[in-house]
């Protein structure tokens, strides 16, 4: 109906930043490069970069071929990281995730659960779905393994999706396939433990799209984003991230934390101060439950050096 296509309002999704620009992706796949508006405000001072990557925004086509973003609608969720260069606030590392794909390796590096409970709260803290990838299963015939299931079965028993994988076994990957297919997902996790192996393994394709990833983290301008969203051939978009250690809980009280502990949830009702931190008080619902073996010792440990980071920030 429209006879004039350039004042027809469009929508799109953002897959990448690099400063000024933005790419853009519809829904019939055609992709533009795009700016911001020129009057457009960022509302959040907070927030370093006003358009991340992952947010669905509205757009209108300019007669080159570029299009001028609008509109941001609003987030379902994302991840936060500390914005570089000494800025206050955090960056946006990428916005409406349906699921996180933390990633460790079983060895080489060896996890650390302790390191899997940080990304595992920092999702929850977030609203968003983490999935467990027990990376590198190939080498299990090197090593003991009755620990790493002792520990699989556990973070499943807790609610958690938990996916044990090998780049050198491709049926590992199939089930992670099926999960993933239309949605958006993201991996994160520390260095070397296979997070662009297995994107290049998911999508062979992908592979050259993601190397300009590769040695972002430390250079580059603080609009520089950490992520790109990269189409699926089967549908959905993943994005690769480099290492993170860790992202930074930000707006979490000492007493909150176990609100992202699945096993503390029910504990929590009966305490006997509502800002019970579990640690030390008195009639501690939580600490029952650590004292009659219901909730495990790895788990608690994690709770408690998590609770001591959270006074240091
Ligand atoms: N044996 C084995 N090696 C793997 C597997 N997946 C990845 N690797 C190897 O682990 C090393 C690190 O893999 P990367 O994919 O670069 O790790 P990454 O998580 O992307 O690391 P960063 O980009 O630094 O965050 C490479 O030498 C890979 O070949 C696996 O399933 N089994
Ligand atoms: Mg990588
Ligand atoms: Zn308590």
Same mark, same amino acid.
């Given at each position: &109906?429209?006879?004039?296509?350039?004042?027809?309002? #469009?929508?799109?999704?953002?897959?990448?930043?690099?400063?000024?620009?933005?790419?853009? @992706?519809?829904?019939?796949?055609?992709?533009?490069?795009?700016?911001?508006?020129? *009057?457009?405000?960022?509302?959040?001072?907070?927030?370093?970069?006003? %358009?991340?990557?992952?947010?669905?925004?509205?757009?209108?086509?300019?007669?080159?071929? $570029?299009?001028?973003? @609008? =509109?941001?609608?609003?987030?379902?969720? +994302?991840?936060?990281?500390?914005?570089?260069?000494?800025?206050?606030?955090?960056? %946006?590392?990428?916005?409406?995730?349906?699921?996180?794909?933390?990633?460790?390796?079983?060895?080489?590096?060896?996890? *650390? $659960?302790?390191?899997?409970?940080?990304?595992?709260?920092?999702?929850?803290?977030?609203?968003?779905?983490? @999935?467990? %990838?027990?990376?590198?299963?190939?080498?299990?015939?090197?090593?003991? $393994?009755?620990?790493?299931?002792?520990?699989?079965?556990?973070?499943?028993?807790?609610?958690?999706?938990?996916?044990?994988?090998?780049?050198?076994?491709?049926? /590992?990957?199939?089930?992670?396939?099926?999960?993933?297919?239309?949605?958006?997902?993201?991996?994160?996790?520390?260095?070397?433990?296979?997070?662009?192996?297995?994107?290049?393994? %998911?999508?062979?394709?992908?592979?050259?799209? /993601?190397?300009?990833?590769?040695?972002?983290?430390?250079?580059? *301008?603080?609009?520089?984003?950490?992520?790109?969203?990269?189409?699926?051939?089967?549908?959905?978009? #993943?994005?690769?991230?480099?290492?993170?250690?860790?992202?930074?809980?930000?707006?979490?009280?000492?007493?909150?934390?176990?609100?992202?502990?699945?096993? &503390?949830? =029910?504990?929590?009702?009966?305490?006997?101060?509502?800002?019970?931190?579990?640690?030390?008080?008195?009639?501690?619902?939580?600490?029952?439950?650590?004292?009659?073996?219901?909730?495990?010792? +790895?788990?608690?440990?994690?709770?408690?050096?998590? @609770?001591?980071?959270?006074?240091?920030?």
């Amino acid at each position: &109906m429209s006879s004039n296509s350039s004042i027809e309002i #469009l929508s799109a999704r953002v897959i990448r930043s690099t400063g000024a620009w933005y790419e853009i @992706i519809d829904s019939n796949q055609n992709q533009y490069s795009a700016r911001l508006r020129g *009057k457009f405000r960022q509302d959040s001072k907070e927030i370093t970069n006003p %358009i991340a990557v992952g947010d669905e925004v509205l757009f209108e086509r300019n007669e080159d071929g $570029t299009a001028q973003i @609008i =509109e941001i609608l609003d987030r379902k969720n +994302f991840l936060p990281r500390k914005a570089t260069h000494g800025r206050r606030g955090h960056q %946006i590392l990428i916005s409406n995730i349906d699921y996180a794909l933390v990633v460790v390796s079983i060895t080489q590096p060896q996890y *650390k $659960t302790g390191f899997i409970d940080r990304f595992l709260v920092s999702c929850e803290a977030y609203g968003i779905e983490p @999935i467990i %990838i027990l990376n590198k299963w190939d080498l299990s015939e090197d090593i003991p $393994t009755d620990e790493i299931i002792y520990h699989s079965n556990h973070y499943k028993r807790l609610g958690y999706k938990v996916f044990h994988t090998s780049i050198l076994k491709p049926e /590992t990957l199939e089930p992670l396939v099926t999960l993933i297919a239309n949605k958006v997902s993201v991996f994160i996790g520390p260095s070397g433990v296979g997070k662009t192996s297995l994107l290049n393994h %998911i999508d062979p394709t992908l592979e050259e799209k /993601t190397n300009e990833i590769s040695g972002y983290s430390n250079k580059g *301008k603080h609009t520089t984003t950490f992520a790109k969203l990269l189409p699926l051939p089967f549908g959905g978009y #993943l994005a690769d991230t480099p290492g993170i250690r860790e992202f930074g809980l930000y707006n979490i009280e000492d007493w909150e934390l176990s609100l992202y502990f699945p096993e &503390m949830i =029910e504990g929590r009702t009966h305490c006997k101060f509502s800002t019970c931190t579990h640690i030390h008080e008195p009639s501690c619902g939580v600490i029952e439950l650590v004292d009659s073996g219901l909730i495990e010792p +790895f788990r608690y440990l994690s709770y408690m050096n998590i @609770i001591e980071s959270l006074v240091d920030q």
